[in-house]
């Protein structure tokens, strides 16, 4: 065997179960707030994965994500850039949390940082989910709407927020 073994979690997050002030824990789980240290730690593991390279011409790897899972697990996975079907960072550390069995996302960034070559000293930028990834978050679980994306290091939004007018709408007709 030996190498990465893919589709297992990267990482336990070291902040989950416990407050940046080591207060209270609220149900075993994690804290209520969500402490730039956590923010972080969950970007340093998505830049951690970001893998430049071009193949037949298709740059690959050049935004990493990664996730916080309802395990308190963190899974990561890098962009594919393929002509007929691109996967975003995000959906890619989804579907290897999935193949984990899980199917919770508590927190998710994902980041680009500027080629080398072109910028030597290119600063790392955090990347807002697509349109296609914010549905896909939506439709793999409800429970995702309640799902924090973090959009700086110390912002953090829902996804519902991000999703809005996602709900199954009333028939028109009432009657
Ligand atoms: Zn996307």
């Known amino acids: 065997m030996g190498g990465p073994v893919h589709?297992?979690?990267?990482?336990?997050?070291?902040?989950?179960?416990?407050?940046?002030?080591?207060a209270a824990r609220y149900g075993g789980l994690?804290?209520?707030?969500?402490?730039?240290?956590?923010?972080?730690?969950?970007?340093?593991?998505?830049?951690?994965v970001l893998n430049r390279k071009t193949v037949n011409g298709r740059l690959h790897g050049d935004v990493g994500a990664a996730l916080l899972s309802g395990k308190g697990d963190i899974y990561a996975g890098v962009c594919?850039?393929?002509?007929?079907?691109?996967?975003?960072?995000?959906?890619?550390?989804?579907?290897?949390?999935?193949?984990a069995g899980e199917y919770t996302v508590r927190t998710i960034v994902a980041v680009w940082r500027e080629d080398k070559a072109i910028d030597p000293n290119g600063k790392l930028h955090i990347l807002p989910p697509c349109g296609y990834c914010r549905q896909f978050m939506r439709d793999i679980n409800d429970d995702n709407l309640g799902t924090d994306v973090v959009l700086d290091r110390n912002k953090v939004i829902k996804l519902k927020d991000l999703l809005p007018h996602h709900e199954w709408p009333e028939p028109l007709d009432r009657r």
């Open 7 to 22: 589709g297992a979690p990267v990482g336990r997050a070291a902040s989950v179960g416990r407050s940046s002030s080591g």
């Open 30 to 48: 994690m804290p209520v707030s969500i402490g730039a240290m956590k923010n972080d730690e969950l970007i340093d593991r998505a830049e951690s």
């Open 80 to 99: 594919v850039d393929t002509p007929g079907w691109g996967l975003c960072a995000e959906r890619s550390a989804i579907a290897a949390m999935i193949t």
